[in-house]
């Protein structure tokens, strides 16, 4: 039988379907014969034999459309137009604004939520080529596989951060910090910054360990926050001719160990291609959307950036998983593949401030005293020539530092300071 997935006049000539429809007129087929040769269905057949019989000699297959086909009505059309001139005037032809692509799925969510218009992508497609609102995609050689590679969730938290122009009217750049579990793909933290330090890294971790748990491991680049690279840090004040990569503990990975979370570091950027495509689907739709709000406080890139995120989790099916992240998660969660633990303050420690902290050791002299980062301090119950352990837990908001003093297994006191007796320290 003939294949219905294309019109009639299209699959069989004039003279053949005419055949047909005279070979029933005298009973040599049945109706259900004819229209089976023909591929179309019984209503379809019976009206071309009732066309046939009235028409005869001017019989003809091609139907002849009254009003146009999927017409865009104009002020659709208007719409369409006006926001992809936005986008070149404002975005793609912007030095200052780092994307040079258009985002045709973008201008679609805007028309429905600023005009309350649905159409489709292709619609929006045609209309960008027919007024040179397009560019050809550019061929990328395949650099990661981007399967999903475990089977619960905590199982592997990706992290990262980015540094770009996201609101190019702020005329600054900030920070992207970004944690995605694997399995899910629900992005389990995201903020804006102002600067990168170690400890927004720790704040990062700590936040995800008090919301869902402590994972099983983290995967992240071989920055210098993360992990200590022989020659590249050469600068480094731990650089010595005996110690290579990976003998010298970051902060990250003393924060990992105290937690007994597994560290994984990528060999090459393109490893890390999963959290990198949420990071590219991130920094296109908050660079777009801060543009067109004119945004120049990153407390307001923040509350954009927050409803970003909130629709990748929550409404978004992602492209590999073929699932919405928080449904995936959830399920998972439900189902008891998990690896999170819940989060408990390992012994000896007595608060969570004494894991999410800086770390620092320093050797008491003979008045009981450190000295730190060129401050000389007093340390409560200490002996003379001890080597302390002391974690420092910045206040940000009140401009204070706590000091927790630790000898081995013994808490030895806490001592609050002021930031500014610290200058040279970055948080």
Same mark, same amino acid.
């Given at each position: 039988?003939?294949?219905?997935?294309?019109?009639?006049?299209?699959?069989?000539?004039?003279?053949?379907?005419?055949?047909?429809?005279?070979?029933?007129?005298?009973?040599?087929?049945?109706?259900?014969?004819?229209?089976?040769?023909?591929?179309?269905?019984?209503?379809?057949?019976?009206?071309?034999?009732?066309?046939?019989?009235?028409?005869?000699?001017?019989?003809?297959?091609?139907?002849?459309?009254?009003?146009?086909?999927?017409?865009?009505?104009?002020?659709?059309?208007?719409?369409?137009?006006?926001?992809?001139?936005?986008?070149?005037?404002?975005?793609?032809?912007?030095?200052?604004?780092?994307?040079? +692509? /258009?985002?045709?799925?973008?201008? #679609?969510?805007?028309?429905?939520?600023? $005009?309350?218009?649905? =159409?489709?992508?292709?619609?929006?497609?045609?209309?960008?080529?027919?007024?040179?609102?397009?560019?050809?995609?550019?061929?990328?050689?395949?650099?990661?596989?981007?399967?999903?590679?475990?089977?619960?969730?905590?199982?592997?938290?990706?992290?990262?951060?980015?540094?770009?122009?996201f609101a190019p009217d702020a005329l600054q750049k900030w920070y992207l910090i970004t944690s995605i579990d694997d399995y899910s793909r629900k992005l389990v933290f995201t903020d804006l910054l102002l600067s990168e330090?170690?400890?927004?890294?720790?704040?990062?971790?700590?936040?995800?360990?008090?919301?869902?748990?402590?994972?099983?491991?983290?995967?992240?680049?071989?920055?210098?926050?993360? +992990? /200590?690279?022989?020659?590249?840090? #050469?600068?480094?004040?731990?650089?010595? $001719?005996?110690?290579? =990569?990976?003998?010298?503990?970051?902060?990250?990975?003393?924060?990992?160990?105290?937690?007994?979370?597994?560290?994984?570091?990528?060999?090459?950027?393109?490893?890390?291609?999963?959290?990198?495509?949420?990071?590219?689907?991130?920094?296109?739709?908050?660079?777009?959307?801060?543009?067109?709000?004119?945004i120049t406080d990153i407390q307001k890139g923040r509350a954009i950036l927050k409803e970003e995120v909130r629709l990748y989790n929550s409404k978004r099916v992602h492209s590999v998983t073929g699932e919405i992240p928080?449904?995936?998660?959830?399920?998972?969660?439900?189902?008891?593949?998990?690896l999170f633990r819940p989060f408990a303050i390992p012994k000896p420690y007595q608060s969570a401030k004494d894991i999410f902290a800086l770390r620092q050791q320093r050797m008491t002299d003979g008045y009981r005293s450190?000295?730190?980062?060129?401050?000389?301090?007093?340390?409560?119950?200490?002996?003379?020539?001890?080597?302390?352990?002391?974690?420092?837990?910045?206040?940000?908001?009140?401009?204070?530092?706590?000091?927790?003093?630790?000898?081995?297994?013994?808490?030895?006191?806490?001592?609050?300071?002021?930031?500014?007796?610290?200058?040279?320290?970055?948080?």
């Open positions: 039988m003939a294949s219905m997935s294309q019109q009639l006049h299209k699959r069989f000539t004039k003279e053949q379907v005419e055949d047909i429809l005279s070979k029933y007129e005298k009973r040599q087929i049945k109706a259900k014969e004819a229209y089976r040769y023909l591929g179309i269905s019984k209503s379809r057949f019976f009206e071309i034999t009732a066309k046939y019989q009235k028409e005869n000699q001017s019989f003809s297959l091609i139907y002849s459309r009254t009003t146009p086909n999927n017409r865009v009505p104009e002020t659709v059309k208007k719409h369409i137009l006006s926001e992809l001139s936005f986008e070149k005037e404002k975005i793609i032809d912007n030095p200052n604004v780092p994307t040079t +692509r /258009y985002n045709y799925s973008y201008i #679609r969510e805007l028309l429905f939520e600023k $005009y309350h218009e649905r =159409t489709s992508l292709p619609t929006i497609i045609t209309l960008a080529k027919e007024h040179d609102f397009w560019k050809p995609k550019r061929k990328k050689p395949k650099t990661h596989d981007r399967q999903v590679l475990t089977n619960f969730i905590g199982e592997l938290i990706q992290h990262d951060s980015s540094h770009h122009l330090t170690a400890w927004v890294h720790i704040k990062a971790v700590e936040d995800v360990c008090l919301r869902f748990g402590i994972p099983f491991s983290y995967y992240v680049d071989q920055h210098s926050i993360f +992990r /200590y690279v022989k020659d590249r840090d #050469r600068f480094s004040i731990w650089t010595t $001719y005996t110690k290579f =990569t990976g003998d010298v503990d970051t902060q990250w990975d003393s924060l990992l160990k105290d937690l007994s979370v597994k560290p994984i570091f990528a060999l090459s950027p393109e490893a890390k291609g999963k959290v990198e495509r949420p990071y590219q689907w991130l920094q296109d739709h908050l660079v777009r959307t801060c543009v067109r709000y004119g928080d449904i995936r998660f959830n399920r998972a969660l439900k189902e008891g593949k998990t450190i000295s730190l980062y060129g401050t000389k301090l007093k340390v409560p119950k200490s002996e003379c020539y001890t080597q302390v352990d002391i974690r420092l837990v910045p206040g940000i908001q009140t401009g204070t530092i706590d000091l927790r003093f630790w000898k081995k297994d013994t808490f030895l006191g806490l001592q609050t300071i002021l930031a500014k007796d610290l200058p040279t320290v970055r948080f």
